[in-house]
């Protein structure tokens, strides 16, 4: 059957959840990224319900960098919205993992490495990824500040990474960001 969770959705999902107050449906989405989380910090493509990895059509390991960032994004936004710092504590190993690997998934302009788009058509760098993994970065800094951890390390990447957007991703000719690049 075609039952897949794909992690981008579920995080703007989790989202609505808390805007009407679902908050426990939301924290439950919380709970099964933690549970499916790759040690190394990303989310692969999607998982089954049962937390298995589902199947994939791009060879492993296959990641859509922007869906790590909204996990992220969704954690903050859980806090944000019910305020339960015990639910915050209990989020803070995903939201660690998912930044150190999203700070540290970068080449040496500072931008994300390629990845699938969001539409999962094709391998680059793509200007839709990188904001989402500003956001991502914003907002694990946000966590770590509410927490008492914050030594300001993912507010300066996700700087740095929105300075490299600007001067790699954006078409001066036609005012206007470039959808991708490597490759164009």
């Not at 302009?109 to 990824?129: H, M, T």
Request: charged share 25%; hydrophobic share 40%; proline share 5%.
């Amino acid at each position: 059957t075609y039952n897949y969770n794909w992690w981008r959705d579920g995080g703007y999902i989790a989202k609505a959840m808390d805007e009407v107050g679902l908050y426990d449906n939301a924290k439950r989405f919380l709970d099964f990224a933690a549970k499916c989380q790759e040690e190394e910090g990303y989310f692969l493509h999607r998982h089954f319900p049962d937390g298995t990895p589902g199947s994939t059509w791009h060879p492993p390991p296959f990641i859509q960098i922007d869906q790590t960032a909204t996990v992220v994004a969704a954690a903050w936004h859980h806090f944000k919205r019910h305020g339960d710092m015990d639910e915050l504590l209990q989020v803070w190993p995903l939201v660690k993992r998912a930044a150190n690997f999203l700070e540290e998934f970068v080449d040496d302009r500072g931008l994300p490495l390629p990845s699938y788009d969001l539409w999962e058509e094709r391998k680059a760098v793509n200007a839709y990824s990188v904001a989402a993994v500003i956001h991502g970065l914003e907002r694990a800094e946000r966590i770590s500040e509410q927490l008492g951890k914050s030594r300001g390390r993912w507010r300066q990447a996700s700087r740095t990474m929105r300075q490299a957007m600007i001067d790699h991703l954006w078409n001066d000719k036609k005012g206007c960001f470039f959808k991708a690049i490597d490759p164009l």
